[in-house]
Antibody, heavy 119, light 110 residues
Framework: QVQLQESGPGLVKPSETLSLTCTVS????????WGWVRQSPGEALEWIAY???????GYNPSLKSRVTISVDTSKSQLSLDFDSMTAADSAMYYC?????????????WGPGTKVAVSS | QSVLTQSPSTSGTPGQRITISCSGS????????VYWYQQLPGRAPKLLIH???ERPAGVPDRFSGSKSGTSASLAISGLRSEDEADYYC????????????FGSGTKVTV
């Protein structure tokens, strides 16, 4: 069974870059495509980015200029770099995976890592 | 602001049947699958419905999905207290090259 676990700093200062990591266990990371989703307190889910390992990446147009998604297959890790953080970026950040079992949906979710932006 | 529109909230009593709607457009729901997620309080979302009306293994048949044109619905029959959660629809959108979009979410109170 595939398991996802996010890790991150918890707190970043305004204007800094947020770096998050998701460690994948239970199967080869190369067999899936991956993404990141966030949720601000009391708000809806917001898709950030996805990556097809070794193929391509796609970004939410409203965030594209600030975000980079990548995969390190040797470490079985997914990463997200998010530039120029502001208070509006405070949210729970989820690592998500897309198997080939459920019609193209992101069907694998990590428990999430909470990020606060404050000086 | 979400591209997929859902009513903010709905409620029901135990045993009732309720429906949640999700309205989109020709570039998303109109030409792609609809997915539904359940988010229990303080938890990560869980896939409830995929491919418009298919349930992943382990999801009770009390949950059912449907799609017509540019709209979709999630029905919960035999409502239980443990169904109290936020529900989100989702779909791929072709207008900006494969963007995965979520609905605005519906809070279900039992």
């Amino acid at each position: 069974q595939v398991q996802l676990q996010e890790s991150g700093p918890g707190l970043v200062k305004p204007s800094e870059t947020l770096s998050l990591t998701c460690t994948v266990s239970g199967d080869s990371i190369s067999r899936y495509s991956w993404g990141w989703v966030r949720q601000s307190p009391g708000e809806a889910l917001e898709w950030i980015a996805y990556i097809y390992v070794g193929v391509s990446a796609g970004y939410n147009p409203s965030l594209k200029s600030r975000v980079t998604i990548s995969v390190d297959t040797s470490k079985s890790q997914l990463s997200l770099d998010f530039d120029s953080m502001t208070a509006a970026d405070s949210a729970m950040y989820y690592c998500v995976g897309r198997s080939k079992l459920h019609g193209g949906s992101f069907d694998l979710w990590g428990p999430g890592t909470k990020v606060a932006v404050s000086s | 602001q979400s591209v997929l529109t859902q009513s903010p909230s709905t409620s029901g009593t135990p045993g009732q049947r309720i429906t949640i709607s999700c309205s989109g457009s020709s570039s998303n729901i109109g030409r792609n699958f609809v997915y539904w997620y359940q988010q229990l309080p303080g938890r990560a979302p869980k896939l409830l419905i995929h491919s418009n009306d298919e349930r992943p293994a382990g999801v009770p048949d009390r949950f059912s999905g449907s799609k017509s044109g540019t709209s979709a619905s999630l029905a919960i029959s035999g409502l239980r207290s443990e169904d109290e959660a936020d529900y989100y629809c989702a779909s791929w959108d072709d207008s900006l090259k494969d963007v995965y979009i979520f609905g605005s979410g519906t809070k279900v109170t039992v």
